[in-house]
């Protein structure tokens, strides 16, 4: 048998490492900013404290937050039903 870590909640983000996935994404941002810059050092430091404030800001609002600010702001597709995350009103 395998030991096999379930979520706590179903709209839980999946684990990578010690964080959330959406923080996780935010870190490698940042490592990848500091990789072009050439100052990994400045730019990991500079990626947890980052990674830090967005864990406080994301644990006041729904899981998935990185997800809907990509929905609101990048106009990235929702699924195949909502095609645009910037709508704000039904209209019927």
Known sequence: MK???????VDSQPKMFFWDLDEFIVFTFAIIGGIIMRELVASVV???????F???????????????????????????????GAIKEIIQ
């Open 3 to 9: 030991y096999v870590s379930m979520p706590r909640y």
């Open 46 to 52: 500079m990626g947890l404290i980052v990674v830090k």
């Open 54 to 84: 967005f864990g406080i800001w994301k644990s006041r609002r729904l899981d998935g937050a990185l997800m809907h600010l990509a929905y609101r702001h990048l106009n990235t597709p929702m699924n195949r039903i909502f095609d645009n």
